[in-house]
C-alpha cells in the first residue's frame, strides 16, 4: 500500500509503499476512501520541516533547551547523535478521513466489514490507503453523506467542541475570527444553534463564502471593532471564537475588546496568547481554551485501550462529537461539499502540497484527497492477501563475513533510533535483515536508513524468515516475554531490552522454556540490554575490587515520568522498578559478583498523586555472598544533579562514579582518576559481547543472573506491598 511521507529533517514529501498495518484488538483496519488535507495544521507542520535546523530551532526555543539540558549530562557528541536520529523520524501527514472497513479487532463491538466510516486522529487517519484507527475515533457515516464530506469528520469535530466551549444560547450574538475551514464550520454551527454570527478575515473570498454560509454580518480584520459593537448595539458580543492561525497577538486583543462584559472568548486556532490584562480583567471576560476534538484526545485509556467515558458524566466525547457533526451534514444543518476547492487522486496527492507552498497560484480552502483503490483492498482483507511484508533491497550487501549476525529487530521507537542501531553499525558485525514495527511510516524511514532488506509491519515475519539467525526486541514491555518465547521456539539467538518481562508468570514460563533447552543442548543465545554493567569505568571498576564482599550506593535522579506515559501502566510497562530500576540491580549485581537473596524496600509517601509513589523508592540488597547495595531511585530532584551516582567500599578501597564520566578510586593514600569526554553507558562494548556470544554460544550475562535480577525488582514491589524484607527466589 502507499502512504504519504515528509522527512521532519528535509522536509521532502513522497508517496512510498510501506506494509499494511496490523489490526490490533481495539480499532479496526480502514481502507481509505476520502481524506482532508488540513490547509492550516498541515501547512504548518510542512512549513516547519522544510526549515534550516536554525529555523527549526527558532521555532522550538522549548526543544533547543532540552537539547542544551542533554549536553551537560551525556556530552555533545552523545547528544547531537540522538538530535540529528531524532530529526530523521518522518512524519505521517492528515488527520481526518472516510472509508471502509476491511477488518475488525477483535474487542470491537458495533462495527463490520464493509461499514462505511470516519476517522479522526494524527497518527491514525492518515493520508495512506490502509489506517488502523482505534474504535473510540472511529464512527459509522450516515445515509446522505458522502465519503469526501465525512473526511471532514476531524475539523468538525474540532469546530464543534470550540462552539461548545463557548456555550452560546439561542439568539446570542458570536464573533468568530478566522474563516478558514475551521472557521466557516464555526459558522455554520452557529447558525445551526440559533445564534446570529459576525464573521472576521484578512480574504474578501472568505468573507464572501462565509456571508454566502449564513453568517449575519462579515467585516475585515480592521473593521472588527466598529463592526461588532454596531452587530451588538454597542452592549459586544457574548462571546468571540478565535479560529485563526497566525503568531500575532492580535486575535487575542481584539477578541477582548468586542467581548461584552462577563462575554467568553474561546480560543481553538494557533494564535499568540500573550492576554492583555486590562482588557480581560476590566470586563471578567471567560478565556476558554478548546482542547482539539473533545474529551478523549490524548487520553491513551480512550483513544488506545478504547476505554468510553460513561455516557452521563460526558455527554460530549470526541467520538460524540464526530457523531454529532455528520448528523448536521446529514439535516444539510451543515455543507462540507461548499468548502472544497481542490480534489486530487491519491496518486496525485503532491499536487495538494504544491497549493499549500504556493507552487501552485490558486486560492484554495478544503482539499480532498480521493483513494481509488478501497474496493481492491477490501476484496484482498477477505481473500487475507493483505501485503505486510516490502521488500527494500533484493541484492545481499557485498563485504559481509559468515560470522555476522543477521537479524530480525521487532521495534524502532527512539531509543532504537538514538541508541542501539547506531551502535550496531559502529561495533560491525551485524547485518540486518528484516525490521518490523508497528507502523509502515517508521519501518519505511528506519529499513531505508539502516539497510533492512525487508520491512514488515507482522512479527510472524520475523520468526518465520530463513536468513534471520537473531531477534533482537525493543518494543513496550508487555510484549517482551511472548516475543522472547516465539524466537527461541524458531530457534533464533534473542537480544530483549530490558526488561526481560513484567511479571511472575511470563518469567516463569520463559525460565521452564529456556532451561530445558539448555538441557537439551540446543539453547540459542538470550541476553537483556543491561548495559551498565559493560560500560568501560563499571568494568574498571570491578577489575579493581576483585571477588571480595562490598557495599554500593546508587543513587538515581531518574526524573519525572508522568501516570499517562506507557511505562507506568502496570499492565504494558509494569511500571519504573519493573521497567527501569532492574538496569542499576543488574549493574549491583555485577560489582558483587553475586545474585541478590533478600530486598527491602521503602518509599515516600506523598500527598502528590501526580506519579505513582514508587517512583520514589530506596532498596536495600542483600547478596550471596555477603555483600549489599542501597539503590536510592528518585524522581523528585533537581535536574542539575548527575543522573547517576555511585559509591562502592571494600576493603581499603572507596570508588565514586559519577555519571559514567569520571570515576575516582581512593586506595589508602593514593587517588586515581579516570575521566571520559563523553559519557559511556556500555553500549557498544555490550553489542561485541553480545556478538562475541552468540559466535561462541556463551551468553554474554549468566541466564541465572538475568532471572534473578528479574525476580529482584517483583521482590521490590512485594516489599513496599507488605512493609517487609522479601526473599527473592
Not at 522550538?60 to 556530552?75: A, C, F, H, T
Request: net charge negative.
Amino acid at each position: 500500500m502507499q502512504q504519504l511521507i515528509q522527512s521532519y529533517k528535509t522536509g521532502e514529501l513522497g508517496l512510498f509503499e510501506v506494509p499494511c498495518p496490523v489490526c490490533d484488538p481495539n480499532g479496526l483496519l480502514i481502507a481509505t476512501t476520502a481524506s482532508l488535507v488540513s490547509a492550516g495544521t498541515e501547512k504548518m507542520i510542512v512549513d516547519i520541516a522544510k526549515k534550516s535546523l536554525l529555523g527549526k530551532a527558532k521555532a522550538r526555543p522549548d526543544l533547543v533547551k532540552q537539547v542544551i539540558d542533554k549536553m551537560k549530562q551525556e556530552g555533545v557528541k552523545n547528544t547531537l547523535e540522538k538530535v540529528f536520529n531524532k530529526l530523521d523520524t518522518p512524519i505521517p501527514l492528515g488527520y481526518s478521513c472516510a472509508g471502509r472497513v476491511i477488518q475488525v479487532g477483535e474487542q470491537v463491538d458495533g462495527f463490520s466489514v464493509g461499514d462505511r466510516v470516519a476517522c479522526g486522529g494524527a497518527g491514525y487517519a492518515n493520508h495512506s490507503e490502509i489506517n488502523y484507527v482505534p474504535k473510540n475515533i472511529c464512527v459509522k457515516i450516515p445515509d446522505g453523506v458522502d465519503d469526501p464530506e465525512a473526511s471532514f469528520v476531524t475539523v468538525g469535530a474540532i469546530a464543534l467542541q470550540g462552539v461548545r466551549q463557548a456555550e452560546p444560547t439561542l439568539g446570542e450574538r458570536v464573533a468568530v475570527i478566522g474563516l478558514g475551514l475551521i472557521g466557516q464550520l464555526t459558522v455554520q454551527l452557529l447558525k445551526a444553534n440559533g445564534c446570529k454570527v459576525l464573521g472576521s478575515d484578512l480574504d474578501s473570498d472568505k468573507l464572501a463564502l462565509a456571508e454566502k454560509l449564513g453568517a449575519d454580518s462579515v467585516c475585515s480584520a480592521g473593521d472588527l471593532i466598529p463592526m461588532a459593537s454596531a452587530f451588538s448595539n454597542g452592549h459586544g458580543v457574548d462571546s468571540v471564537i478565535i479560529t485563526a492561525s497566525t503568531s500575532s497577538n492580535q486575535p487575542i486583543i481584539d477578541a477582548g475588546e468586542i467581548a461584552r462584559l462577563r462575554g467568553k472568548v474561546v480560543v481553538v486556532g494557533m494564535v499568540g496568547m500573550d492576554v492583555p490584562r486590562n482588557s480581560y480583567y476590566r470586563k471578567e471576560l471567560d478565556l476558554r481554551l478548546s482542547m482539539a476534538y473533545g474529551p478523549g484526545r490524548y487520553d491513551p485509556q480512550y483513544e488506545e485501550k478504547g476505554i468510553d467515558y460513561p455516557y452521563s458524566y460526558v455527554r460530549w466525547t470526541e467520538q460524540r462529537n464526530f457523531e454529532a457533526f455528520l448528523g448536521l451534514v446529514a439535516e444539510g444543518k451543515v455543507t462540507p461539499k461548499e468548502l472544497v476547492t481542490h480534489q486530487f487522486d491519491f496518486d496525485d496527492a503532491l499536487k495538494a502540497y504544491d497549493l499549500l507552498e504556493g507552487k501552485i497560484k490558486e486560492k484554495y480552502l478544503g482539499i480532498v484527497l480521493n483513494y481509488p483503490n478501497a474496493d481492491a483492498y477490501l476484496e484482498s482483507a477477505q481473500a487475507g492477501n493483505l501485503s505486510r511484508v516490502v521488500r527494500l533491497n533484493n541484492q545481499h550487501r557485498p563485504g559481509l563475513s559468515s560470522e555476522d549476525i543477521s537479524y530480525g529487530l521487532i521495534g524502532a521507537g527512539n531509543f532504537t533510533k538514538s541508541v542501539i542501531l547506531p551502535n550496531l553499525s559502529k561495533v560491525g558485525g551485524f547485518d540486518p535483515v528484516a525490521l518490523c514495527t508497528a507502523t509502515g511510516v517508521s519501518a519505511h524511514s528506519v529499513g531505508t536508513k539502516h539497510g533492512f532488506d525487508e520491512i514488515t509491519t507482522d512479527s510472524e515475519a520475523i520468526f518465520a524468515n530463513p536468513r534471520v539467525n537473531t531477534v533482537l526486541i525493543t518494543t513496550r514491555h508487555n510484549t517482551h516475554a511472548d516475543y522472547v518465547l516465539r524466537a527461541l521456539k524458531a530457534g533464533k539467538h534473542v537480544f530483549v531490552e530490558k526488561p526481560l518481562c513484567i511479571n511472575q508468570a511470563e518469567l516463569d514460563e520463559i525460565e521452564q522454556g529456556y532451561r530445558f533447552m539448555l538441557a537439551d543442548g540446543k539453547a540459542p543465545v538470550l541476553t537483556v540490554g543491561f548495559n551498565r554493567r559493560f560500560a568501560p569505568l563499571i568494568s574498571k571498576m570491578k577489575e579493581a575490587v576483585g571477588e571480595q564482599p562490598l557495599a554500593v550506593t546508587y543513587r538515581i535522579n531518574a526524573g519525572v515520568i508522568p501516570r499517562d506515559v506507557w511505562i507506568q501502566d502496570p499492565e504494558v510497562g509494569g511500571g519504573r522498578i519493573v521497567g527501569e530500576v532492574c538496569h542499576f540491580v543488574d549493574t549491583c549485581s555485577f560489582l558483587a559478583g553475586s545474585n541478590p537473596i533478600s530486598a527491602y524496600a521503602t518509599c515516600v509517601r506523598k500527598a502528590d498523586t501526580s506519579i505513582p509513589d514508587e517512583d520514589n523508592v530506596s532498596i536495600l540488597l542483600n547478596f550471596a555472598n555477603g555483600s549489599t547495595a542501597a539503590i536510592h531511585y528518585l524522581a523528585y530532584g533537581s535536574r542539575q544533579v548527575p543522573k547517576e551516582w555511585i559509591e562502592l567500599s571494600t576493603g581499603s578501597k572507596t570508588m565514586q562514579l559519577n555519571d559514567f564520566r569520571e570515576l575516582v578510586i581512593f586506595d589508602g593514600s593514593c587517588k586515581e582518576k579516570h575521566k571520559g569526554a563523553n559519557q559511556d553507558k556500555g553500549f557498544q562494548a555490550e553489542f561485541i559481547a553480545f556478538r562475541e556470544g552468540v559466535r561462541s554460544g556463551i551468553a554474554p550475562i549468566p541466564f541465572d543472573s538475568i532471572c534473578a535480577t528479574t525476580r529482584t525488582t517483583f521482590a521490590v514491589l512485594e516489599s513496599l506491598r507488605s512493609g517487609q524484607p522479601v526473599t527473592v527466589g
